[in-house]
């Protein structure tokens, strides 16, 4: 899907002009590069996080002189899908998921406790 049919989408959904729909649709994109641009993170429950990283300087290496070369420190966008749209696009690997994260609550939870033996001081001061 491109941009003019998601805009073709909404304008449908929501009886709206495409000129409308796409209006909603800078509005929003706008909202989202400007917050992130500044720091901010954008979170979506049920969609994704959108956020901005930071990557430290490194070494690469340019294959074509064959020699290393200085990749300087930078600031990138980056998107984390929430649970509810990666069980949209993989139900089976949320699924898998879901049942080891149940097999590990249930390994942490706590052992119940013995019954702590009878004292035998009494018994003891009885004699």
Do not use: C
């Amino acid at each position: 899907m491109n941009r003019i049919e998601l805009i073709e989408k909404i304008a449908s959904s929501h009886d709206l002009s495409k000129a409308a729909a796409g209006r909603i649709l800078d509005t929003l994109i706008d909202t989202i590069v400007g917050a992130v641009k500044k720091g901010d993170t954008v979170q979506l429950v049920g969609f994704g996080t959108f956020k901005q990283v930071s990557r430290a300087a490194r070494t690469g290496f340019n294959p074509r002189e064959g020699k290393a070369i200085k990749i300087p420190a930078a600031k990138v966008p980056k998107f984390v899908p929430g649970t509810a749209f990666k069980a949209a696009v993989d139900p089976k690997a949320a699924a898998r998921k879901a049942a080891a994260g149940a097999k590990t609550a249930a390994a942490k939870k706590p052992a119940a406790k013995k019954a702590a033996p009878a004292k035998k001081s009494a018994a003891k001061k009885a004699r």
